[in-house]
């Protein structure tokens, strides 16, 4: 069972910045961190969680969110097992519980417990 355990959430003031971690573990079924298409979304109070971030297999391709491009880079270190989403800029409506999520070729997905982001002055 593929486990995501994220990191790197807390409190800061607008205009500044934050890394996510996700660490990944437990793989089977002959698939590896570098089969799966890693992904970030959020989930704001009384809103729809919504995909941040999304990024290919072997890093090269990627997408974002219309609010969050330019500010958020995803990337992500298959050595490591690991993702991350580096986000500068940060302003208030960016306050969410940020997930991970992980796809497999079989189209299986795992999410992680979320970490809270919090844009307050």
């Known amino acids: 069972q593929v486990q995501l355990v994220e990191s790197g959430g807390g409190l800061v003031q607008p205009g500044g910045s934050l890394r996510l971690s996700c660490a990944a573990s437990?793989?089977?079924?002959?698939?590896?961190?570098?089969?799966?298409?890693m992904s970030w979304h959020r989930q704001a109070p009384e809103k729809e969680r919504e995909l941040v971030a999304l990024?290919?297999?072997?890093?090269?391709?990627?997408s974002y969110e219309g609010s969050v491009k330019g500010r958020f880079t995803i990337s992500r270190d298959n050595g490591k097992n690991t993702v991350y989403l580096q986000m500068n800029s940060l302003k208030p409506e960016d306050t969410a519980v940020y997930y991970c999520?992980?796809?497999?070729?079989?189209?299986?997905?795992?999410w992680g417990q979320g970490t809270q982001v919090t844009v307050s002055s």
């Open positions: 990024i290919g297999t072997a890093g090269d391709a990627t």
């Open positions: 437990g793989f089977t079924s002959g698939f590896t961190f570098s089969n799966y298409i």
């Open positions: 999520r992980a796809v497999s070729p079989t189209s299986t997905v795992y």
